[in-house]
């Protein structure tokens, strides 16, 4: 394809003063442009379509064409060819048969110019350069509109943001903010010569031309009234063309009368409730939705639209901004429930609780619109603004797992944001990332903003760089329908179509509630100080109730004695239950739980943990099955060095021994077997950060083959779920708690690439792992795998910071539980998560399966090894995994100090990595009789009992804690304090190790070897 060869045919017809012409001078230099002589007259009149204002159409047909000649109209692909090919100037063009598909807005060119000679003629219109260019500069009109109207639309209650509508001319003529230098095509006296309508536009209905009046009239009607649409960075033309129907069709958004009361009534109830809880309440925050009371209503819609085309089930985040409202009209939570939030009552259960406005819930109900039946879940979440958005994702994707709903026709999610945070949080940009994700989609979610125009006290203007609040949804193609929030009826039009968006392509859709905050940031809040200006307009504008019910009232929909009557209906029930809720004496955290788990707990011993050992003939089966090629392996290409892995793979299973990949696929595999879901995500876990896990195998010479052989150990095993994640840590690890949280009988893990990288997670750990259960009762066996170990590979990559999982843990260092023979899991259940450092592959076993044996779920934090992977000595036989066995909270020591504990010198406690390290010095130095070396496997809760006794086997020993961090880092802190406390604080336990540092870790390997000798030496130095 010759592309300068045409570009030049074009560029040398180009007029002065055009882009091509502009184009022409940069290419060839402005002498030959001027030296090339005009075209004659009659090969002008033949292209005519080359002059003027349709050069750049001209060239977006030529880049479109170059693509893929299909993409343009037939006529285009015979000029181009024909140019390209060489034709003369005046040549290349060959009258098309039609110029567009017949559809019912066609009219054939050739019923305009029927073989665009020198002189064609239409009926009585002759056919020029001038109609031409004409008909194109109201496409380009079209276009402008639909890409740009929302720039002028009449968004903001306020009017105060938008600078762009002050172009508007006092005429019929098109906005130059929207439609750019088009608008000089035409006058006034334009505005009733009747133009055909492309096939990029539905504002005709059944017209197929339109007088231009009419024609920009209808596009001010769809594109810049109350509703502001973007859509067209969208990459897909019918996603496009279903929207522009959306808006553009003639009657779109006409309701009837029997659905502008409902709306009506909704908003009633949104106003009421907040007027209510003003005068009850009038000195507690509440963050009301005052300014946007039509949420109440937009949700509704939502709920109503997407109910009728088959969801079942709504989970739903937001944050502090009329949640209370939400909870009460949406969800239908009792009133009851929600006022006595506000008596300051103690709670009647367990929990700590958490401030009303953070609390979730969960209600089935009837959807009275269409008679279904509904689920609707708010998730609790913390103040940490849009935090529960990847949680929300989570619980959504788990449910519609569960459920079967593989293309998300059952659940959906719902997502409310401000407008602060939604372009301020980066976690919003790393859930939008998830959206489209295999594993992690939940196939569209619909997105509210209650976009304010304010965060707190800041103004957009000092809190965004990005013209619009919510321009970060632009990167998944989501169509975003900005609306004005004192128009109902228009928030109601973009709800519906929000809905149908979401059940028709099963992607994300934001709707923009433009509105604005009646009050302060909450109601003790004084906004004058910082908006005084924003603040005297907010003063003078009526609420949309009034504003809605005065429209309704002109219209004759109802009647002023109506809409008292419903007020005053709703004010009574409102009543009623604030006089159940002053007689209550207490609260009950259980009302607010997001994800019950029915049947999970009845029945069931609190107290007992199901055996973790398994059958050796399970060990077996999945040890071979993991170790074997897919079963068509004559088929499938296996790299040479995963076939070396899978052979030493089994050459352990017929020892009867397994490393840390197989003693965590014998955990999977036996979980799997038994009917649990594992579902394993993080950054390229399917391989492993450090190449020894292989869940999956790549086909060498097929694209997209793969096995995964623990998906296919038995016929009637449970789904396994392995999955590589986004390159996030915040937004996955939320996703994967949301997972954690939907059913209780599934191993849910999130692996970090490296321990440290769950500081970008940091929000989820404290806000949601640790404080959880405790502010919400709800719980969650989330596993967290935490490479961890100091070898030498600079800070970064040392630490995953054991330190602060155990500062976060709730057990009291100085009180030493009762004992009892259920004392493990007494305090299992006690403390608010569990954190290990397993120094063997069934240690590891043994605590993965352990976390579905519980009667109850804990959030588990593992300390995952490194080297360890690949040490011969860190291998374990299957005799430790087999029935019987159990999770080892400790090792003792079990070698020669072990048999004459009377003459050992020293007791060193350690856990994890550095205890193969110790061994091999102690051994080096021939110190196996005289010092002891016992491992902590589960740090906390701290085995308390089994400490003690080792202590007191070794009463004359010294005692050490030897560990490979640093002392203000590791363990140290959390057992120095424990271990005093079992021993009655009659013996001394002192350190061995690395010295207090700021940074985790030397970069220098010198420095790092230098420190690791030292702190064998410490630890071994009688
Ligand atoms: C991550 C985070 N940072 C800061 C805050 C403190 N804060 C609470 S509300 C708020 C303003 C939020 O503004 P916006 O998102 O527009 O919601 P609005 O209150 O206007 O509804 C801020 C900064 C927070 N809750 N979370
Ligand atoms: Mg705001």
Request: aromatic share 8%; glycine share 6%.
């Amino acid at each position: 394809m010759n592309r300068a060869r045409v570009l030049s045919h074009l560029l040398s017809r180009a007029p002065p003063g055009t882009p091509l012409a502009a184009a022409r001078t940069f290419l060839y230099g402005g002498t030959r442009g001027k030296a090339s002589a005009p075209p004659p007259p009659t090969a002008l009149a033949a292209e005519p379509f080359l002059n003027g204002s349709s050069s750049n159409y001209v060239e977006e047909m030529y880049t479109a064409w170059l693509q893929d000649p299909k993409s343009v109209h037939q006529s285009w692909d015979t000029f181009f060819r024909n140019a390209s090919a060489g034709a003369a100037p005046g040549t290349a063009y060959t009258a098309p048969p039609s110029l567009a598909e017949p559809t019912p807005h066609h009219v054939p060119l050739s019923s305009i110019a029927p073989a665009m000679s020198t002189s064609p003629m239409v009926g009585d219109v002759q056919i020029s350069d001038k109609v031409i260019d004409d008909h194109l500069a109201v496409q380009g009109i079209i276009r402008a509109y639909q890409a740009r109207g929302h720039l002028v639309a009449a968004l903001d209650p306020l009017g105060i943001d938008r600078e762009a509508l002050k172009d508007r001319p006092p005429t019929t003529l098109p906005s130059r903010t929207v439609v750019r230098s088009y608008v000089d095509a035409f006058g006034e006296e334009d505005m009733e010569r009747s133009f055909k309508l492309p096939m990029s536009t539905y504002v005709g209905g059944k017209e197929r031309q339109l007088p231009l009046k009419e024609i920009i009239q209808r596009l001010e009607n769809a594109y810049c009234r109350s509703i502001g649409v973007e859509f067209m960075f969208i990459n897909s033309l019918e996603q496009c063309n279903w929207i522009r129907q959306k808006f553009e069709a003639p009657g779109v958004m006409t309701m009837d009368s029997m659905e502008k009361r409902l709306l009506l009534a909704r908003l009633t109830r949104s106003h009421g409730f907040e007027a209510f809880l003003a005068r009850k309440f009038s000195s507690e925050k509440r963050f009301g939705l005052e300014g946007c009371e039509i949420l109440i209503p937009a949700m509704k819609q939502v709920i109503d639209r997407s109910t009728s085309l088959g969801v079942e089930s709504f989970v739903m985040g937001m944050p502090h901004r009329g949640r209370l409202n939400v909870l009460a009209n949406v969800c239908r939570k009792p009133l009851e429930h929600i006022f006595t939030q506000f008596a300051g009552l103690e709670s009647a259960d367990e929990g700590s609780g958490d401030v009303k406005y953070h609390l979730g819930t969960y209600q089935e109900r009837l959807n009275r619109v269409t008679n279904k039946n509904i689920r609707l879940a708010i998730v609790a979440n913390p103040s940490h603004l849009e935090a529960c958005d990847p949680v929300v994702q989570g619980k959504t994707r788990a449910e519609q797992f569960y459920h079967g709903d593989s293309e998300g026709k059952k659940v959906l999610s719902i997502l409310l944001h401000g407008d602060a945070a939604f372009s301020g949080q980066g976690i919003v940009y790393e859930t939008f990332h998830l959206s489209e994700l295999p594993e992690y989609t939940t196939h569209g979610t619909i997105h509210i903003v209650v976009n304010n125009q304010i965060g707190f006290t800041t103004d957009p203007r000092m809190s965004r760089s990005s013209p619009y609040c919510t321009d970060v949804a632009r990167v998944v193609n989501a169509p975003i329908f900005h609306v004005n929030a004192d128009d109902p009826e228009a928030v109601m039009h973009v709800c519906n179509v929000a809905a149908d968006w979401r059940s028709t392509f099963h992607k994300d859709v934001v709707i923009d509630l433009v509105c604005y905050r009646r009050n302060g940031h909450n109601e003790i809040d004084e906004p004058m100080f910082t908006q005084p200006l924003m603040y005297t307009r907010i003063r003078k504008l009526k609420p949309v109730i009034e504003l809605y019910g005065d429209k309704l009232i002109n219209e004759e929909v109802v009647t002023p004695e109506e809409v008292k009557e419903v007020k005053d209906k709703y004010e009574k029930i409102l009543e009623t239950a604030f006089s159940v809720a002053k007689q209550q004496t207490q609260v009950f955290n259980k009302h607010w739980i997001d994800s019950p788990w029915s049947g999970f707990f009845e029945g069931k011993d609190p107290l007992k943990i199901s055996p973790t050992g398994v059958h050796e003939d399970t060990l077996k089966h999945i040890g071979k099955k993991f170790s074997s090629a897919p079963p068509n392996a004559s088929d499938f290409v296996i790299h040479r060095g995963i076939q070396r892995i899978l052979n030493s793979r089994m050459d352990m299973v017929e020892s009867r021994t397994a490393d840390w990949a197989l003693g965590e696929a014998m955990a999977f595999g036996s979980l799997l077997k038994e009917g649990t879901h594992v579902r394993l995500s993080g950054q390229d876990v399917e391989r492993g950060t450090f190449s020894h896990r292989h869940h999956v195998l790549h086909h060498q010479k097929v694209d997209k083959s793969q096995y995964n052989a623990l998906a296919n150990l038995y016929r009637d095993q449970a789904p396994y779920t392995v999955c590589n994640s986004s390159l996030s840590e915040y937004a996955v690890l939320g996703f994967e708690l949301g997972f954690s949280m939907t059913n209780p009988n599934a191993l849910v893990i999130w692996e970090a690439q490296f321990g440290d990288f769950n500081n970008t997670a940091q929000c989820i750990i404290d806000q949601f792992m640790s404080s959880g259960q405790s502010k919400w009762i709800r719980q969650s066996g989330l596993v967290l795998l935490l490479p961890h170990g100091m070898e030498g590979m600079g800070p970064e990559h040392s630490s995953a910071r054991l330190e602060r999982f155990l500062q976060m843990t709730s057990d009291d260092p100085d009180v030493l539980p009762p004992f009892s023979d259920d004392f493990a899991i007494r305090q299992l259940s006690d403390i608010n998560w569990i954190v290990a450092n397993c120094s063997t592959p069934a240690s590891y076993f043994h605590i993965l399966r352990r976390q579905i044996a519980l009667p109850f779920r804990k959030p588990l934090i593992i300390m995952t090894p490194k080297s360890l992977l690949r040490l011969p000595e860190a291998r374990s036989s299957f005799d430790e995994m087999i029935e019987g066995t159990e999770f080892q909270r400790m090792y003792p020591e079990a070698g020669p100090a072990s048999n004459n504990p009377a003459s050992v010198k020293r007791l060193i406690f350690c856990s994890g990595r550095v205890y193969y390290d110790l061994i091999q010095a102690r051994k080096e130095a021939g110190l196996e009789e005289k010092i002891a070396i016992a491992r902590v496997e589960q740090i906390a809760p701290f085995p308390y009992d089994l400490v003690m006794k080792e202590c007191a086997k070794y009463a004359d020993a010294e005692l050490v804690w030897s560990q490979e961090e640093h002392k203000n880092m590791g363990a140290w802190s959390y057992i120095q304090p424990r271990i005093s406390t079992a021993l009655n604080h009659e013996r001394h336990i002192s350190y061995a190790g690395r010295p207090v540092s700021a940074s985790p870790a030397t970069g220098n390997k010198k420095t790092h070897i230098r420190e690791s000798k030292q702190l064998l030496e410490d630890s071994l130095a009688l």
